[in-house]
């Protein structure tokens, strides 16, 4: 009898310490995302805003469905020749599972300069990878590194590897994802 017990008590602590956050997902809802960011420039760092730059972002998006969000983001880019202020759709990608949910993300759009906006503005394109973890039913917390080009014309093209890390607010919870719905 007592080792009927013990076998039990056993079944039930694993049940109660099981994570159960992969079965979790997005709602559909208003998303914004505000990051600070860090990149160092690759190849022509003897260009004007070229060597790094840092700053902050907001994206306000909206969460399609289970894994895509979209949204328009803004900006304020400190480089080391000057201010940028990027203008710029973001697409998200997410995968979610047990405790981390990856993603893969888009960015393209236009960096104004206020100092000389037909002159130093250009356009962007920016695909990366992240990792981000819920840490209450509306927040989670998010890393990432990706892949910037920016051109003004077809001569001038400077690249970075940028970095990301930042906070994003859901007005939907997170909710549990049903897979025992009746099939039609």
Do not use: C, W
């Not at 109660?16 to 600070?36: C, K, Q, W």
């Not at 306000?60 to 900006?75: A, E, K, L, P």
């Amino acid at each position: 009898m007592a080792v009927l017990s013990t076998t039990v008590v056993n079944g039930q602590y694993s049940a109660v310490s099981a994570d159960p956050s992969f079965r979790y997902e997005a709602s559909p809802g208003f998303l914004n995302i505000t990051e600070i960011n860090y990149a160092f420039g690759l190849e022509d760092t003897a260009s004007v805003n070229s060597r790094y730059y840092y700053g902050v972002t907001n994206i306000f998006g909206y969460q399609i469905d289970r894994n895509f969000s979209g949204g328009i983001g803004v900006g304020y880019l400190h480089y080391d020749g000057g201010d940028l202020f990027p203008l710029f759709l973001e697409y998200r990608y997410n995968m979610y599972m047990k405790r981390f949910t990856p993603y893969f993300y888009g960015d393209g759009g236009a960096l104004f300069s206020p100092q000389n906006l037909t002159g130093e503005s250009k356009i962007f394109i920016n695909p990366g990878i992240g990792v981000s973890r819920a840490i209450s039913e509306k927040y989670e917390i998010n890393l990432s590194a990706g892949y910037m080009i920016q051109s003004r014309s077809t001569l001038t093209r400077v690249t970075f590897i940028n970095f990301k890390a930042g906070i994003s607010f859901r007005r939907n919870a997170f909710r549990l994802f049903r897979n025992d719905l009746p099939k039609i």
